[in-house]
Nanobody, 119 residues
Framework: QVQLVELGGGLVQPGGSLRLSCVVS????????MGWYRQAPGKYRELVAG???????RYLDSVKGRFTISRDNAKNTVYLQMNSLSPGDTAVYYC?????????????WGQGTQVTVSS
């Protein structure tokens, strides 16, 4: 069974940086489709960044140039480097994994980690 553990959230000043990590249990990490989502109070959960098993990456328009998603298959870990943070980035950030081999496709979520950007 796939389990996701998120680390690295916290309080940061505007313009600062944080790095989130998502550690995935099991032996199938290399074939999982990974993503970071976020949800602010009163808003829908949105995809911030995604990285496919082949390395293809996409970002939410508002974070392009500031956030970087990466994965290390040897460590079963996906990262989200967040720079130039603003209060609009404040949200609970969730790691997501999809196993494309499953039918129906299996979908896994981490517990969420709070990111607060405030002076």
């Amino acid at each position: 069974q796939v389990q996701l553990v998120e680390l690295g959230g916290g309080l940061v000043q505007p313009g600062g940086s944080l790095r989130l990590s998502c550690v995935v249990s099991g032996s199938i990490f290399s074939i999982l489709e990974m993503g970071w989502y976020r949800q602010a109070p009163g808003k829908y959960r949105e995809l911030v960044a995604g990285i496919a098993s082949d390395g293809y990456i996409r970002y939410l328009d508002s974070v392009k140039g500031r956030f970087t998603i990466s994965r290390d298959n040897a460590k079963n870990t996906v990262y989200l480097q967040m720079n130039s943070l603003s209060p609009g980035d404040t949200a609970v950030y969730y790691c997501n994994a999809i196993d494309p081999r499953s039918s129906p496709i299996d979908d896994y979520w981490g517990q969420g980690t709070q990111v607060t950007v405030s002076s």
